[in-house]
């Protein structure tokens, strides 16, 4: 019997070697040292240039034994750091016995390749270490598609750097390929042929999230975004009484949950907990995780968490406002909720922030401190949303009723001779439809109901 398909078992092949090499990406469990380089303003910062990339470093599970900052406006185009920096990186990684250098920085593939032979010392940069995390904590069907596309589409161009196989050339009687064909090439058509698989799946995930999100039309929906390790999860959870797991980790969790949320005179909401932002996230896993957004996305409100106790909390802000308005999200319309506030050290430093937004709710979600004052300030604006109106019309007209139960929060029903009378607090949108039903609106005292845009109808 014959050995089968040769094409079909070097694409096998191929493809299992590729799983090998997004593994590679892993940085778990290894003696790390540091490295940064900053330009004259950042460098400021210098007690805090190596505080977010050890917390990622930390995260999956690796011992930080050392850092190295340069102060330069450019990088190295061939190996980023300098010649003396890099030889003294070479003298540090000998000292402190690391088996790893992670950069705080975005390397092309020819810097990392150039400053691995230079050390000696497998290198990694900020995206390969982030993509690590999230390929550790990826638990869904979904989640998992996004970050294997995201780490193929990072080792594209970066194959020639980390695959010891590309130096081969295929060709040959039953190869398939003309000969000469590289392997390289042959690897590269391969990703793009998974790469446009995933982008399928995804896209089929995508419709049906969407599906799902606009279901929710008819409800009050709430979720919760901010910067990784903001306490979120920890606020989901003291809102809702929900069991999301919670941990003093950057991206504990990835995929979005929604639970419900019983708000005092406003009732019911659903409430989604997102995946977290992080400066500098990669574009890959933005675009990747475009469809976990959604719900950020269709919100009828944002509550945008905040870390009130950690030193660089105004750049994390600044962070989520931009990747909200990279993803079509309006982050003015957002409530900020400033939380964590009983670790709080410096108070002045919070005096400024309250200062700056006098809007903003102090809670701390830990100790269930500001959680009412919360709930209030999301009833009165999801209330800005809805009417409170008079609803009169004939008994006999079934379909009003049936459509206020539906739609509305009805708080009052009376019945006058042949006339039913219902008071309610409903989505403004919903008004001309009860009219067209033949229901006399108006306000609770009489007073006519303004026509809403029909542009914002919908």
């Known amino acids: 019997m014959g050995s089968g398909n040769p ?8 493809l299992a070697e590729q799983k090998v090499q997004r593994e590679s990406l ?6 790390c040292v540091l490295v940064a380089v900053r330009d004259q303003q950042e460098a400021k910062l210098k007690d805090r240039v190596f505080d977010e990339i050890a917390g990622l470093v930390e995260t999956v599970g690796s011992e930080v034994v050392g850092s190295l900052m340069q102060v330069r406006e450019r990088p190295d185009p061939a190996t980023y750091l300098g010649k003396g920096k890099t030889a003294e ?4 990684i000998g000292a402190t016995g690391a088996d790893l250098i992670v950069f ?24 390969e270490v982030i993509l690590d995390i999230f390929a550790t904590h990826a638990r869904s069907y979904e989640s998992q598609l996004q970050v294997e596309l995201a780490q193929l589409l990072y080792l594209r161009n970066r194959l020639t750097r980390m695959w010891t196989h590309l130096e081969r050339i295929e060709g040959g009687i039953g190869s398939g390929k003309g000969p000469g064909e590289k392997q390289l090439e042959t690897d590269r058509r391969l990703i793009d042929k998974r790469v446009d698989e995933l982008k399928r799946k995804l896209a089929d995930v995508e419709k049906r999230r969407e599906l799902q999100v606009a279901s929710r039309n008819d409800q009050l929906t709430v979720s919760l975004v901010g910067y990784t390790n903001a306490g979120k999860s920890t606020l989901m959870n003291a809102l809702t009484g929900a069991d999301v797991y919670v941990a003093n980790k950057l991206f504990a969790t990835l995929d979005t949950r929604t639970r419900k949320w019983r708000i005092p005179n406003c009732g019911d909401v659903l409430l989604s907990d997102t995946v977290g932002f992080i400066q500098n996230l990669p574009h890959h896993l933005v675009a990747s995780f475009r469809s976990t957004l959604a719900e950020a996305r269709h919100a009828k409100l944002l509550l945008h968490v905040v870390d009130a106790s950690h030193p660089q909390v105004q750049q994390q802000i600044d962070t989520v406002n931009e990747v909200l308005a990279s993803l079509g999200v309006d982050s003015e319309n957002p409530i900020l909720v400033l939380n964590k506030v009983d670790a ?9 922030l309250r200062a700056k937004y006098p809007a903003a709710i102090t809670i701390s979600a830990k100790e269930g401190i500001g959680l009412d004052k919360l709930a209030k300030a999301v009833a009165e604006r999801l209330d800005e949303a809805y009417l409170h109106i008079r609803v009169e019309c004939d008994v006999s007209n079934g379909r009003i009723p049936a459509f206020l139960a539906r739609h509305a929060e009805v708080t009052q029903t009376d019945y ?11 989505p403004q949108r919903y008004v001309h439809r009860l009219v067209q039903m033949g229901a006399e609106v108006t306000r ?3 007073s006519p109901v303004e026509e809403p845009d029909p542009a914002e109808l919908y």
């Open 89 to 92: 990186l070479k003298e540090l």
């Open 104 to 127: 705080d920085n975005y390397l092309s593939p020819s810097q990392a390749k150039n400053l691995e032979e230079a050390t000696k010392t497998q290198v990694v940069d900020r995206s």
């Open 7 to 14: 094409v079909a078992t070097q694409e096998r092949n191929c």
């Open 344 to 352: 709080v050290e410096n108070r002045a430093a919070l005096d400024v």
């Open 26 to 31: 892993k940085v778990h469990s290894r003696k």
């Open 416 to 426: 006058i001779d042949q006339r039913a009378l219902f008071f309610a607090r409903i």
């Open 444 to 446: 609770p005292d009489g």
